[in-house]
C-alpha cells in the first residue's frame, strides 16, 4: 500500500487522477528485466502480461485466464483483480459522473492498446515522458551490456540480404517507403543477429528501418555492435544511437511509412509529420519468420532430440526417487536443469519452468518459490512445462506425471484431455484451415464431459528466438491460416482449483506432404506417462497414434539410455491394447 500511496502523490503533481502500467517496457517483449518489471514492483505480480490501473482511490490489476489464481496468491489485497475476459479496462470507466485523466508513460503503450483501455468513456489520456513509477523505484538493480552476435548460416538457412529482398518486395508491392520495425525479435531474425537483451530469449534490442531501396539503419545501444559485425555489414546496415530514433522519424516527410500496431508506441505514432501517410498494421515480417526454412525444421528437430534426452533421463529418476527421499518442486527443476547441462548445446531455459505439485498445477505460469515450494509425494499430478535455447532452436514441452496412485476421476479427465491433444496432432489441415478451427477439436472432447481450460490450445514458436510468436496459433480468436513452416504447440488442459493441474504438450510443425496435403508432426519426442491413461476412454485410432508416437520415442531416444533408463524407455514405450 505504501508504494501505491508514494505513486498517488506523484500523479497528483502531474494533475492526473489516474496512471497507467503496462506488463511490458519500451521493447514490448513477454519478459521484461527485474529492473524494468514496473508492474511486478507496484503489485508484487510475476506473470508476463497485466495491466494496472491506479485510481485516487481504488487499484486495479487486469490479468487474463491463466493468471487469475496467480494474482490471487501474489497480489495484495489493496488491488481488485479483474479477469480480462469478464471484465474490460474500459468497464472500470462506466458511469462517470465527469471526465478524468489518465497518466501514461507514452513509450510503453500503442495508440490501440490505449484505445481498448479507455473505450469511449469520458478519459482525458495524459502522456507522460517521464514514467511514474521511475521517480518511486530507488535502488534499482543495473544490467550489463552484452554484445550482439552472428548467427552461423548452418543456424540460421538464409542470408540476411536474401531475406531483405524478400521483404523489399512486399514492400515495394504496397508501395511502402519506410518500414519502422519495433519488434525485437524480428530485428534479430532478419539480420541474423542474436543477443542477450532478455533472459529467456537471444535479443537484440533497438529500433529498425527499412527503405524501400532494402537500406536498413539500426537504432540500438553501440557499445553492444562488435567490429565483426560492422565488417561483416559494411555498408548495408547503418548503425546509430537509439536515442536518435526519434528525431530521424521527425524529418520523414511526404512518405508512406508502415508501422507495426503491436510494438509501434503512441509516442513514436505521434511524432511522425503530419505529411506522412501512416500504414498501421502487423509487420510483415512477423509471417515471414514464422515459415521456417528447411535448415531451422532440421535443426529444431536436433534441439528436441537434446531436450528429448535430458527429460525423459529426469522423468526416469523422478518416477524411481519420489518415494525415496525428499523431493521437492525447486529441487526437482533444479535436477532437471543439470539433466540440461549434460549437453554442450544447452544455453539456457526458454522461459521460467512451471515445475507444479498438487493444486500448484492449477496455476498455469505457476513459478515455485520458497512460500508455495511443495514437496513430491502422496497422490497426484505432478506437471512440467519447460523449455530450452540452443542454437539449433527453442522448446517448450509439458508432461504431467502420476506420482502414487491417481484417482479414477484424475485419470478420466487426463485421458479426456490427451483425446483433444491426439486431435489437434491428427488434424487434417486444409488450404483454409485456421487456428481457430483447431482449437475447437481440441476443446471438444473436454467440454463433451462440462470442462474447459482458459488458455489457447497452442502457441507459435520461434526458431532460437521466442518462445511465444504470432501470427500462428491455436486459440479461439485466431484467423492466420495454417501454412506449411509454422511451428506451434499443442497443449490443451484441464485445471481445478486447490486440486491439481493436468496439461500434455508437444510442440509440432507443418509440413506439406504428397498431393500438397499438410500434416502436422511431432517435434517433441518424450514419453506420455501411460501411468495417467485411463485406455477404455480412447478409440481405437486414439490409441494406434499413442503407439505410433511411442515407437519413435523408442527408437530416437534408445542409444542415449543407459541400462536402468533402457529398461524404464521400454516399458514407458511398450504399446497399449484394447
Same mark, same amino acid.
Given at each position: 500500500? /505504501?508504494?501505491?500511496?508514494?505513486?498517488?502523490?506523484?500523479?497528483?503533481?502531474? *494533475?492526473?487522477?489516474?496512471? $497507467? @502500467? +503496462?506488463?511490458? #517496457?519500451?521493447?514490448?517483449?513477454?519478459?521484461?528485466?527485474?529492473?524494468?518489471?514496473?508492474?511486478?514492483?507496484?503489485?508484487?505480480?510475476?506473470?508476463?502480461?497485466?495491466?494496472?490501473?491506479?485510481?485516487?482511490?481504488?487499484?486495479?490489476?487486469?490479468?487474463?485466464?491463466?493468471?487469475?489464481?496467480?494474482?490471487?496468491?501474489?497480489?495484495?489485497?489493496?488491488?481488485?483483480?479483474?479477469?480480462?475476459?469478464?471484465?474490460?479496462?474500459?468497464?472500470?470507466?462506466?458511469?462517470?459522473?465527469?471526465?478524468?485523466?489518465?497518466?501514461?508513460?507514452? /513509450?510503453?503503450?500503442?495508440?490501440?492498446?490505449?484505445?481498448?483501455?479507455?473505450? *469511449?468513456?469520458?478519459?482525458? $489520456? @495524459? +502522456?507522460?515522458? #517521464?514514467?511514474?513509477?521511475?521517480?518511486?523505484?530507488?535502488?534499482?538493480?543495473?544490467?550489463?551490456?552484452?554484445?550482439?552476435?552472428?548467427?552461423?548460416?548452418?543456424?540460421?538457412?538464409?542470408?540476411?540480404?536474401?531475406?531483405?529482398?524478400?521483404?523489399?518486395?512486399?514492400?515495394?508491392?504496397?508501395?511502402?517507403?519506410?518500414?519502422?520495425?519495433?519488434?525485437?525479435?524480428?530485428?534479430?531474425?532478419?539480420?541474423?543477429?542474436?543477443?542477450?537483451?532478455?533472459?529467456?530469449?537471444?535479443?537484440?534490442?533497438?529500433?529498425?528501418?527499412?527503405? /524501400?531501396?532494402?537500406?536498413?539503419?539500426?537504432?540500438?545501444?553501440?557499445?553492444?555492435?562488435?567490429?565483426?559485425?560492422? @565488417?561483416?555489414?559494411?555498408?548495408?546496415?547503418?548503425?546509430?544511437?537509439?536515442?536518435?530514433?526519434?528525431?530521424y522519424i521527425k524529418k520523414i516527410k511526404k512518405s508512406k511509412i508502415l508501422i507495426d500496431k503491436k510494438t509501434c508506441c503512441y509516442d513514436f505514432e505521434k511524432n511522425l509529420n503530419s505529411s506522412n501517410k501512416i500504414i498501421k498494421t502487423n509487420d510483415p515480417i512477423d509471417l515471414l519468420k514464422a515459415l521456417k526454412n528447411k535448415t531451422e525444421i532440421s535443426n529444431t528437430k536436433i534441439a528436441h532430440l537434446f531436450d528429448g534426452i535430458a527429460l525423459t533421463k529426469f522423468i526416469f529418476w523422478l518416477k524411481n526417487n519420489y518415494s525415496k527421499k525428499r523431493i521437492t518442486e525447486i529441487s526437482a527443476q533444479n535436477r532437471l536443469e543439470q539433466f540440461k547441462k549434460l549437453c554442450k548445446n544447452y544455453l539456457y531455459p526458454s522461459f521460467n519452468t512451471i515445475s507444479a505439485f498438487a493444486q500448484n498445477g492449477a496455476i498455469v505460469h505457476y513459478r515455485a518459490n520458497k512460500k508455495t515450494n511443495k514437496a513430491i509425494t502422496g497422490n497426484n499430478f505432478y506437471l512440467l512445462d519447460s523449455g530450452s535455447q540452443y542454437l539449433y532452436g527453442t522448446t517448450d514441452v509439458t508432461r504431467t506425471i502420476a506420482i502414487g496412485k491417481i484417482s479414477k476421476l484424475q485419470k478420466k479427465i487426463?485421458?479426456?484431455?490427451?483425446?483433444?491433444?491426439?486431435?489437434?496432432?491428427?488434424?487434417?489441415?486444409?488450404?483454409?484451415?485456421?487456428?481457430?478451427?483447431?482449437?475447437?477439436?481440441?476443446?471438444?472432447?473436454?467440454?463433451?464431459?462440462?470442462?474447459?481450460?482458459?488458455?489457447?490450445?497452442?502457441?507459435?514458436?520461434?526458431?532460437?528466438?521466442?518462445?511465444?510468436?504470432?501470427?500462428?496459433?491455436?486459440?479461439?480468436?485466431?484467423?492466420?491460416?495454417?501454412?506449411?513452416?509454422?511451428?506451434?504447440?499443442?497443449?490443451?488442459?484441464?485445471?481445478?482449483?486447490?486440486?491439481?493441474?493436468?496439461?500434455?504438450?508437444?510442440?509440432?510443425?507443418?509440413?506439406?506432404?504428397?498431393?500438397?496435403?499438410?500434416?502436422?508432426?511431432?517435434?517433441?519426442?518424450?514419453?506420455?506417462?501411460?501411468?495417467?491413461?485411463?485406455?477404455?476412454?480412447?478409440?481405437?485410432?486414439?490409441?494406434?497414434?499413442?503407439?505410433?508416437?511411442?515407437?519413435?520415442?523408442?527408437?530416437?531416444?534408445?542409444?542415449?539410455?543407459?541400462?536402468?533408463?533402457?529398461?524404464?524407455?521400454?516399458?514407458?514405450?511398450?504399446?497399449?491394447?484394447?
Amino acid at each position: 500500500m /505504501k508504494k501505491i500511496n508514494q505513486l498517488r502523490e506523484v500523479f497528483k503533481k502531474n *494533475n492526473c487522477d489516474g496512471y $497507467l @502500467i +503496462p506488463k511490458n #517496457d519500451e521493447y514490448f517483449g513477454e519478459y521484461v528485466p527485474e529492473n524494468r518489471d514496473r508492474l511486478k514492483f507496484i503489485s508484487e505480480f510475476s506473470g508476463s502480461s497485466g495491466l494496472a490501473i491506479i485510481l485516487k482511490k481504488t487499484s486495479y490489476l487486469f490479468v487474463d485466464g491463466r493468471y487469475t489464481l496467480q494474482a490471487k496468491v501474489e497480489v495484495n489485497k489493496s488491488f481488485k483483480i479483474c479477469e480480462i475476459s469478464k471484465i474490460k479496462p474500459q468497464d472500470v470507466f462506466k458511469n462517470l459522473s465527469r471526465q478524468i485523466s489518465l497518466g501514461f508513460d507514452p /513509450k510503453l503503450f500503442t495508440s490501440n492498446t490505449l484505445n481498448n483501455i479507455v473505450g *469511449n468513456n469520458k478519459i482525458s $489520456l @495524459i +502522456p507522460i515522458k #517521464d514514467n511514474l513509477i521511475d521517480k518511486i523505484w530507488k535502488n534499482k538493480s543495473k544490467t550489463k551490456d552484452k554484445k550482439f552476435y552472428l548467427l552461423e548460416k548452418k543456424f540460421h538457412g538464409e542470408h540476411y540480404l536474401d531475406k531483405i529482398i524478400r521483404l523489399k518486395k512486399i514492400l515495394i508491392s504496397n508501395q511502402i517507403d519506410y518500414l519502422f520495425c519495433t519488434a525485437v525479435e524480428n530485428i534479430s531474425w532478419l539480420i541474423n543477429i542474436r543477443g542477450r537483451d532478455s533472459l529467456s530469449s537471444p535479443l537484440t534490442n533497438g529500433k529498425l528501418i527499412v527503405k /524501400k531501396d532494402g537500406k536498413i539503419i539500426f537504432f540500438t545501444n553501440l557499445s553492444k555492435i562488435t567490429l565483426q559485425i560492422r @565488417i561483416f555489414f559494411k555498408k548495408n546496415i547503418t548503425f546509430k544511437k537509439e536515442e536518435l530514433f526519434l528525431d530521424y522519424i521527425k524529418k520523414i516527410k511526404k512518405s508512406k511509412i508502415l508501422i507495426d500496431k503491436k510494438t509501434c508506441c503512441y509516442d513514436f505514432e505521434k511524432n511522425l509529420n503530419s505529411s506522412n501517410k501512416i500504414i498501421k498494421t502487423n509487420d510483415p515480417i512477423d509471417l515471414l519468420k514464422a515459415l521456417k526454412n528447411k535448415t531451422e525444421i532440421s535443426n529444431t528437430k536436433i534441439a528436441h532430440l537434446f531436450d528429448g534426452i535430458a527429460l525423459t533421463k529426469f522423468i526416469f529418476w523422478l518416477k524411481n526417487n519420489y518415494s525415496k527421499k525428499r523431493i521437492t518442486e525447486i529441487s526437482a527443476q533444479n535436477r532437471l536443469e543439470q539433466f540440461k547441462k549434460l549437453c554442450k548445446n544447452y544455453l539456457y531455459p526458454s522461459f521460467n519452468t512451471i515445475s507444479a505439485f498438487a493444486q500448484n498445477g492449477a496455476i498455469v505460469h505457476y513459478r515455485a518459490n520458497k512460500k508455495t515450494n511443495k514437496a513430491i509425494t502422496g497422490n497426484n499430478f505432478y506437471l512440467l512445462d519447460s523449455g530450452s535455447q540452443y542454437l539449433y532452436g527453442t522448446t517448450d514441452v509439458t508432461r504431467t506425471i502420476a506420482i502414487g496412485k491417481i484417482s479414477k476421476l484424475q485419470k478420466k479427465i487426463y485421458s479426456t484431455v490427451l483425446k483433444g491433444h491426439i486431435a489437434v496432432s491428427s488434424y487434417e489441415i486444409k488450404k483454409s484451415t485456421t487456428g481457430k478451427d483447431i482449437d475447437k477439436v481440441a476443446r471438444a472432447p473436454l467440454f463433451k464431459i462440462g470442462h474447459n481450460y482458459s488458455h489457447g490450445t497452442g502457441h507459435g514458436v520461434g526458431y532460437f528466438l521466442n518462445v511465444h510468436e504470432g501470427p500462428q496459433g491455436l486459440s479461439p480468436l485466431n484467423n492466420q491460416k495454417i501454412l506449411p513452416g509454422m511451428i506451434l504447440s499443442n497443449e490443451p488442459g484441464f485445471y481445478k482449483e486447490n486440486k491439481f493441474g493436468i496439461r500434455i504438450e508437444n510442440l509440432i510443425y507443418c509440413k506439406k506432404i504428397n498431393n500438397n496435403n499438410l500434416k502436422f508432426l511431432d517435434f517433441t519426442m518424450v514419453p506420455i506417462d501411460k501411468d495417467c491413461i485411463n485406455k477404455k476412454i480412447l478409440n481405437q485410432k486414439e490409441i494406434n497414434w499413442i503407439n505410433n508416437y511411442h515407437e519413435k520415442v523408442y527408437y530416437i531416444l534408445k542409444p542415449f539410455m543407459n541400462n536402468v533408463e533402457l529398461t524404464m524407455l521400454t516399458n514407458a514405450c511398450s504399446a497399449i491394447f484394447r
